[in-house]
């Protein structure tokens, strides 16, 4: 049995409150969060097993296509990014730390997931759209090399689908800004 994560991103609260009872009534999945975001969103994310999250999400693109802002499914979603997801914060050693920046909340999960996969780094924060205008934020933590590797494969997705903000490596933070993080 294979578990899979999709996340739905919707410009319209209402559409978005519909898709997430579309979603449940398609499959066998279970909700992790439907509720809107800012600014006048609505982020839909659904777990369970990989096939049932799949009907769950293609059905969404199909019925909401001309509300859809960004969905991507994960199939095999690294445990740290759920906990991040989740707002679990881990006590990571100090390092290099890396953000990437994006428009939307389905390609910052996915950059925190290939970040994770393609680099020894640990996730300090994922943030989701509250309080950043609608925005996706990773904040990762590593070595300088997996830091810039992480970021460099995380951000690819976000540049390709056009909604990539920016990102930036400090190899060395001060003190009181890692306090901070």
């Not at 609505?42 to 969404?60: K, S």
């Not at 490596?169 to 001060?174: D, E, L, M």
């Amino acid at each position: 049995m294979e578990y899979s994560v999709a996340v739905m991103e919707l410009e319209s609260i209402a559409k978005g409150v519909q898709a997430a009872d579309d979603a449940l009534k398609a499959a066998g999945v279970r909700l992790v969060a439907a509720q809107p975001v800012c600014p006048g969103k609505f982020e839909l994310i659904i777990t369970g097993e990989l096939a049932e999250v799949n009907a769950a999400l293609e059905r969404v693109r199909a019925a909401y296509a001309d509300n859809l802002l960004d969905s991507v499914q994960l199939g095999r979603i690294d445990r740290d990014v759920v906990k991040a997801l989740l707002g679990t914060r881990p006590a990571a050693p100090k390092g290099a730390v890396g953000v990437i920046e994006t428009l939307s909340i389905a390609s910052a999960v996915l950059a925190a997931d290939t970040a994770v996969k393609a680099a020894n780094v640990s996730i300090l924060e994922l943030r989701a759209a509250q309080g950043i205008g609608g925005k996706g934020v990773v904040v990762l933590t590593g070595k300088v090399a997996d830091v810039t590797a992480a970021v460099e494969a995380g951000s690819r997705y976000a540049k390709e689908k056009s909604v990539f903000v920016g990102d930036s490596v400090i190899p060395a933070p001060h003190e009181e800004l890692w306090n901070y993080l």
